[in-house]
């Protein structure tokens, strides 16, 4: 019997797709998808992403298009067959990096070869071209492999149909916050097949780095993107200074378009940086002051949204009313969920790599949340009339969300709080927001 083809119908994974699809939506409070008119439809589509939030990125790029994808993923996590197996059934395929050995990196031709003929079939093939996750608003080097995958299918198949490689922009109002927000926007597609013949060489070597450059830079405009440089955290908390002060819906706030807040991040990136270039000097005095006041920021435990203008006596009561509010279905929440978060927060404090946390709790969701609501719908309706063991069904569906936001809101009620009385740290943020406009 032949080997089923990974880019082929599979009722398993047709099964479980909403399922996966569902858990990621609903591992953040807002989500937007945006560009979905720059898929081209006449030509195979290699999707090129910015990667800064381990396997979540796979997951909300996965579920911002009904239709099929594959991915690509670090090599070494596929050592173990049967974590091979089930990447397999994942539709994820193993890419070897430089880092990995020359012995290593020559089976990336098996697994370009499979690249090309899911593309030849029509199925999207995902990568992300950084070669691995960094939770920072940048990009590093691009690597070869997207292109010659790219390069391939067009030697193959160019001549009957373009091979196209979108560009995709991921942000997130938060890397290290489970239910946080996140937004994807496709961008305007390299048309690989025109591009080459513009360039007026034979060699792949000689295409590379033009076809790098390119991506590179269409990347680059689909997220708040900062130029990588020794600056690069000061920047980023610069910028949610600046959009706290104006009253703008700063990286993600929760009750604003998320693509409008990123086109303001931009903005004030690109006044940022052109301060930059005409006063280096006082720039670097102010990102000094910037470092200074994060560093007792976070010592204090104080959310950037405390320091909005709208954080008064009135918004501190209207907040206690609801956490009031929301208690009593808060510790409900808690008790149908105990197993799954008691778990999370038991596996995430083991995980260094805090941008694998979200990760975690989402893998909490989907996996604990299955097996525990079986046991959940066993005991209630074995030892409960009907109608109240779907009840509880019901509120146990929203308990993990809740629980997560609720914890969440109160994290930020005490930080509204603690503000108030640090008077020297309110001051150094008007200050950093003054000193910033009159450069």
């Known amino acids: 019997m032949a080997k089923k083809k990974i880019y082929e119908k599979n009722l398993g994974y047709s099964l479980l797709r909403p399922i996966v699809d569902w858990c990621t939506r609903y591992s953040y409070r807002k989500v937007e998808v945006r560009g979905e008119e720059n898929i081209p439809t006449d030509g195979p589509v290699l999707l090129a992403a910015n990667h800064c939030n381990t396997l979540m990125d ?30 397999f059934f994942l539709r994820i395929l193993p890419m070897v990096r430089q880092r990995d050995g020359l012995r290593n990196v020559l089976k990336n031709v098996e697994t370009q070869d499979i690249i090309v003929e899911t593309l030849e079939n029509d199925v999207r093939f995902c990568m992300f071209p950084e070669g691995r996750h960094r939770p920072e608003k940048s990009l590093l080097p691009l690597g070869k492999g997207i292109f010659r995958a790219a390069l391939a299918a067009n030697a193959k198949f160019g001549e009957s149909k373009p091979i196209y490689i979108v560009p995709v922009g991921i942000e997130y109002g938060d890397f290290f916050r489970y239910r946080s ?15 080459i013949k513009t360039l007026n060489v034979e060699n792949e070597a000689q295409m590379m780095e033009p076809l790098r450059k390119e991506l590179a830079g269409r990347m680059s405009e689909l997220f708040t993107y900062i130029p990588d440089g020794e600056r690069l955290k000061e920047k980023w908390t610069l910028v949610k200074i600046l959009s706290i002060a104006s009253d703008q819906k700063p990286y993600g706030n929760f009750g604003t378009c998320l693509s409008d807040s990123m086109a303001d991040n931009r903005r004030l990136i690109a006044e940022i940086e052109s301060r930059c270039q005409e006063k280096p000097e006082e720039m670097e005095e102010l990102f000094a002051d910037v470092k200074e006041f994060e560093k007792f920021r976070r010592k204090d435990g104080i959310s950037m949204y405390s320091f909005r203008k709208k954080n008064n006596a009135l918004n501190i009561a209207g907040k206690s009313f609801a956490a009031i509010l929301g208690l009593p279905f808060f510790i409900l929440s808690a008790v149908l969920c105990l197993p799954m978060w008691s778990a999370e927060k038991i596996v995430r404090s083991m ?15 989907l996996g604990m949340g299955l097996v525990w609501f079986a046991v959940l719908a066993a005991l209630a309706f074995c030892l409960t009339p009907w109608f109240v063991a779907l009840g509880i069904l019901l509120l146990f569906i929203p308990s993990y969300s809740y629980f997560h936001d609720y914890i969440e809101g109160m994290r930020r009620f005490i930080s509204d709080i603690m503000v108030i009385r640090c008077k020297k740290l309110r001051k150094r943020f008007r200050s950093i927001v003054k000193d910033f406009y009159r450069l």
């Open 181 to 195: 927000t996140s937004l994807i926007t496709y961008g305007k597609p390299l048309n690989v097949t025109e591009f």
């Open 351 to 365: 995980i260094k790599d805090k941008a694998f946390r979200n990760t975690v709790s989402f893998g909490m969701k």
């Open 58 to 87: 796979a997951l909300v790029v996965l579920r911002s298009y009904k239709g099929s994808t594959v991915f690509g993923a670090r090599a070494d996590m596929f050592n173990n067959k049967l974590i091979a197996r089930i990447m």
